[in-house]
C-alpha cells in the first residue's frame, strides 16, 4: 500500500507529467503548424540553431540516456512490465512525459514489494 508521503509523490509525477505533455507538445504542434518547417529532419535542426539550444538538446539527450538505463536496470530490478513501452513511447511522446509515468510505476511495485 502506498504510504501518504508516496500517493503525494506519485501525484507529483502524474503532475509533471501531464504538464509536460501540455508544455512539449504544445511547441511541437506550434512548430509543425509553420510552413516549410522540415518535418522531423528541420525540428533536429532547430535543435542546434545556436549555442543555447544545442546545450539544451545535448543536456536533454544526455538525462534521457541516463533516465532510459534507470528505467531498464528499475524494470528488471522490481519486475516492472511492458518498459519497452514507456522507452518508445518516450521517444514518440516525449521523455519529460513518459519518466515521470514510469516513476509512478516504480513507486507503486516498490510498494506492493514492501507489503
Known sequence: M??????ALCLFYGAVS???LIATWSQ???FLAQPDNGGALGFI???MANPAAASLS???LFVCLAALAFMLVESGRLGIRYVWLYILL???VA???MFPLFLIAREIRLAARSQ
Do not use: C, E, P, R
Not at 502506498?2 to 500517493?7: D, E, H, I, V
Open 2 to 7: 502506498l504510504t501518504a508521503g508516496k500517493k
Open 18 to 20: 501531464l504538464t509536460a
Open 28 to 30: 511541437n504542434l506550434a
Open 45 to 47: 535542426h532547430q535543435s
Open 58 to 60: 545535448y543536456d536533454l
Open 90 to 92: 518516450s521517444m514518440a
Open 95 to 97: 521523455i519529460s512525459v
